[in-house]
């Protein structure tokens, strides 16, 4: 991950971020359980900028399951990737390589870290 692109990114005033609950359960409980503060205040103080939050989850996990049958993705990628189109986002931020099958996914600006 670059580090510095990731602050960047996140310190960037013209930008509204986008969340959902699967990105919440992803990160917290691993800091949570090894008690790692200082993550676990990073992951709070973001959490609070978040602009809009995915609310339908019911259509979020049919559009999920659909995602991952048709571009072979992970549940919790399909669950990211819904999210995001979902919110009509304009980049979907993430930590993963260009080579992921996340990427094969269409209308999604893809910005790796």
């Not at 991950?1 to 509204?16: F, K, V």
Request: glycine residues 0%; proline residues 4%; negative net charge.
């Amino acid at each position: 991950m670059d580090s510095a692109l990731a602050l960047n990114i996140l310190s960037d005033t013209n930008r509204e971020f986008v969340s959902s609950p699967f990105i919440q359960l992803e990160v917290l409980p691993k800091a949570t359980y090894h008690k790692k503060r200082q993550e676990l205040e990073f992951y709070e103080a973001y959490f609070a900028t978040v602009a809009h939050w995915t609310v339908n989850l019911e259509k979020l996990l049919q559009d999920a399951r659909q995602i991952a049958s048709t571009y072979g993705l992970a549940s919790i990628d399909a669950l990211h990737i819904a999210a995001a189109l979902s919110c009509n986002v304009d980049e979907f931020i993430t930590t993963e390589k260009p080579t992921k099958p996340m990427y094969r996914v269409p209308n999604l600006n893809f910005v790796s870290i």
